[in-house]
């Protein structure tokens, strides 16, 4: 309950004199009964016909009435809880999400936190499953977007060239489209894995819709396995720095050498070099820091499972908003529920008494 807010926070300041108003009240009702009992007859013989005062009964029911006004007070005060993740606030940016989908991003370094599929355990399944890039998909799908809805986002895939998948677009079900069916390793064309033609698409897809206002991401995904020259990459740089956009790159893999498989016929086959060894792939990461030293960006790495990462406030920052939802019907139920049990209380005990004098 930390993050539990008041939307009239006002009101709470009104709580404390009620409550004592209540205490009052409830005592001097007590306190005239006490007196109408004693004018009414002998202790003893009223005690035979009618119910006796408890003083432990009357300290719980008055604590019944104190918090029955404590709650209406809190309800009135409107209560509310965070609704769901922070959010990037609608129409703040430009995003373009771009990711390495060369022969590396095979390596299913991913596996064993995959969930299960048609039934079966992650080691089971007799496909490619729990790639790099499918986690690179489950962040996008799963966390990028939701933390960014209301904003546009671009696609860019690269190889040996850069290959634009989709230009920014606020339609996010069409880039889970184009991302379930276009966005899978070989989607881009050349060999090897040039980050500089990665970056370069993601400024085209920037420059065919310049809207003032909106800060432009970069969202960079690589396991670091960079094939072309310093000189291009320092060139793509510049650029980045001198339009201003802001640079989060992500590391996708493991420090662990892994195999790269190719899949059929339910078979794995791996990938080896010109001597026949299996190649082995791990994510570079001082080829990542490198990167984003110059850019001056951000960095993070995907160590198992989905990525926990505050998206919204690492790519809006301070344009960030949270909704919430208001929970002033707890309160106000529990102040019902009590009422209720005062209510029945006090028939249960009119019925005894009734029925002590029917003898």
Do not use: C
């Not at 035979?48 to 005060?77: G, N």
Request: proline share 4%; charged share 20%; hydrophobic share 45%.
């Amino acid at each position: 309950m930390e993050a539990l807010i008041f939307l009239r926070p006002a009101v709470t300041i009104i709580g404390l004199p009620l409550i004592l108003i209540t205490v009052a009240l409830y005592y001097l009702n007590y306190r005239s009964r006490l007196k109408a009992r004693s004018r009414y007859g002998q202790g003893k013989l009223i005690d035979r016909f009618s119910r006796p005062i408890s003083i432990k009964q009357e300290r719980l029911l008055a604590l019944a009435w104190v918090s029955v006004m404590a709650l209406f007070v809190m309800a009135a005060a409107g209560p509310s809880l965070p609704d769901a993740p922070v959010r990037a606030d609608s129409g703040a940016l430009q995003i373009v999400v771009v990711s390495d989908v060369s022969n590396s991003m095979r390596a299913e370094d991913y596996r064993s936190q995959m969930p299960f599929k048609d039934g079966l355990p992650p080691n089971l399944v007799t496909e490619a499953y729990g790639s790099r890039l499918d986690m690179v998909k489950s962040v996008i799908i799963n966390q990028i977007m939701p933390a960014v809805a209301g904003n546009k986002m671009g696609i860019a895939t690269y190889k040996g060239q850069g290959f634009q998948q989709a230009d920014l677009t606020s339609d996010f079900i069409a880039l889970q489209w184009i991302m379930n069916h276009w966005f899978s390793v070989g989607d881009a064309p050349g060999e090897g894995s040039n980050v500089a033609a990665g970056l370069s698409t993601a400024l085209t897809i920037f420059d065919k819709e310049k809207t003032s206002g909106q800060e432009r991401v970069i969202v960079l995904f690589s396991d670091g396995g960079f094939t072309d020259d310093r000189q291009a990459i320092a060139d793509v740089v510049d650029k980045i720095r001198q339009q201003g956009i802001r640079v989060v790159i992500v590391g996708v893999g493991s420090e662990q050498p892994q195999e790269v498989p190719f899949w059929a016929d339910g078979k794995p086959n791996f990938a080896v070099d010109k001597d026949g060894k299996v190649i082995t792939v791990a994510i570079n990461e001082l080829a990542l820091h490198e990167l984003v030293s110059a850019v001056n960006g951000q960095y993070v790495h995907i160590t198992g499972g989905l990525l926990d990462a505050n998206w919204a406030v690492q790519l809006a920052g301070s344009q960030t908003v949270q909704k919430t939802a208001d929970i002033f019907y707890i309160p106000l139920a529990l102040a019902l529920l009590i009422l209720t049990m005062i209510r029945v209380r006090g028939l249960a005990i009119s019925r005894r008494t009734f029925a002590t004098f029917a003898r």
